[in-house]
């Protein structure tokens, strides 16, 4: 793709439980030049982040995979993105997602699917991965997407593992997935202001 | 399959936004002889009723869906039973489920996915449903499995009918499969009790 | 969205069984302007075919849903895609689809997904639908997106309903969407040639 | 889980491409102490296979994922096996299923959720892991489930790596999987003969 500098609101909201998803979400926000929107610990955000997000040209949507999907705190987030659905909001934005978990498969992709489906419920426009998965034997884990993720991003770290001990590779990876979900929202809004 | 009478203790669990998840769930429960377990609007069920889960053969989960998936108090209880998980104490246990949305479609099969990997989390084993889709072109509304889904039953009232209006073939659909359930887990039961 | 001239080439590429798959890629060429490509009965398409797929601006999936999944035809051309992934031809494409099945539900969300995670592994674009759910007590069956999908269309005709008898509204709904596809991928092309 | 004698018919039916499929249904296989039946590269099986899939108590599905799903050659089995749907031919039999492919994650989940929404569709009862993922920072890529499954075992050999330079791990979570796989249907077969 060109480089575009036209100027775009990308937001990176997202939940993290530990401060895994946290760390991932700072290396996305970097990767996007996005704002950081935090879901507390009740699920919630405020006022001024529900304005971000619906002026925003590109959401991000974070989340640790917890027991299989989401945590509850996104869901929250997500059921309450149903006052921007009642009023199409968040309709024809770019979407992206990003999750991470302690376990190498994990169940992700669901997480991933879920923030697709979410997307595709505002009637958004989802970006996936463009780097393709390090499978060979003399792959590296941290090489990008050694994972093997195609929707989005997936982080893993092991369980006993502090935030310090998350895989540079996959932070970059999705730093790299962050900057090509915006230069997409770029090139949409340039096209729109023409 | 034949008939069993051995005792099993079957448990529904759900969360009910505005009533219709409440009435399938009464249904379910009337299906599978069950005990019924409510998950309040903070996302919280009692000490009793994790013990009741711990102690139960047959457990089936219940949400509306929303924006795309089981509610965010479903999820909460979801993410709470990492402390079962922990301790193995589902395993081996016997899983099914339902769901309800206004829309026909509204991405339902997509809770329903996470319910089955909610209950293979836990390592459990899950029923699916019997009861080929009436699609042909006489059918009833209120015929068997209307809505055609295959993994659990699924419900679907408009987005302005009360409770009251719920279709009473949605309703015996989740009955007629909660006694499937139990049905498993009793001959499951009965052969471990040999 | 603006209207936008900038011409884009569009390709429908889709397996039908008995014809209803086949009406609705029509529907959906239309509202695309597209080339339409038939996956044959032994799944596959010749060689101006892939080539009209790699010169393409959007590509639009099309199948039945048989089993839970699209028809073995279409993901015989799926699989043949590699070629495609590995030389990255796909890379950054507009992708949307559509699919259809006797059954109301008949987990034709799976086919939808399905197609996500397709395009996703190209290192695409997916367009999700923008037309609200017809869920009122009012609400009639050839209302706009009455089946209640978000991804992107789905279409239903009864198990013993010849392809004239399908629901207007069904192809009306994937015409539509169609439309939408091809707008957004016209206005990245527009952006991408400044 | 109790140990039963109780005699069970179990099959395996897999697709796979360049050996590593047949290899993990090679350990599957012994584990579940079951029949190999191979689809051939033409998405066939016989007559007699036919007629062994019909006749089991458990049903195992195994396919490498191509492109962020099954084979199409599996697929083409599984649309082939409309006719037992037809027939409620292999209701309530117990399911379950192994997929492998090159990289890490690789979409490997949507193949197994693909395996369980075709038991569901023909009525079956799906049997998930019962071992934790080995998550921790001293964790050996060949420990019980160390890709961290838990609908199903997964498989993982670099896109470079022949067949004999498969996961030992890999195969032997297979084999332990398979065991309790045939164990539900053991008691399952075993109640009712009672």
Redesign the interface.
């Known amino acids: 793709?060109?480089e575009?500098n036209y100027p775009v609101n990308s937001v990176v909201v997202y939940h993290s439980g530990y401060g895994h998803t946290k760390r991932m979400a700072e290396a996305v926000a970097e990767g996007a030049r996005a704002t950081l929107i935090s879901i507390d610990q009740d699920?919630e955000i405020n006022k001024q982040d529900w304005e971000a997000l619906n002026n925003a040209d590109a959401i991000i949507f974070g989340s640790p995979t917890?027991?299989?999907?989401?945590?509850?705190?996104f869901?929250?987030f997500?059921?309450s993105?149903?006052k921007a659905?009642f009023e199409?909001r968040w309709?024809?934005k770019i979407f992206g997602g990003f999750t991470t978990s302690?376990?190498?498969?994990?169940?992700?992709?669901?997480t991933l699917?879920?923030f697709?489906?979410?997307?595709?419920?505002h009637?958004?426009?989802?970006?996936?991965?463009?780097i393709?998965?390090a499978?060979?034997?003399t792959?590296d884990r941290n090489d990008p997407n050694?994972?093997?993720?195609?929707?989005a991003p997936?982080g893993q770290t092991?369980?006993?593992?502090p935030v310090e001990?998350m895989l540079i590779g996959d932070l970059e990876t999705a730093s790299r997935y962050a900057a090509r979900v915006v230069s997409?929202a770029r090139?949409?809004r340039?096209?729109?202001s023409?």
């Open positions: 793709m060109k575009h699920g917890y027991m299989g999907g989401p945590s509850w705190q869901k929250k997500a059921d993105s149903s659905w199409n309709q024809n302690a376990s190498i498969n994990g169940d992700k992709l669901n699917n879920y697709v489906l979410l997307g595709a419920q009637g958004g426009i989802w970006v996936s991965m463009d393709k998965p499978n060979l034997k792959s050694w994972l093997g993720s195609y929707i997936m092991p369980a006993d593992a001990e997409v090139q949409l340039q096209s729109n023409i």
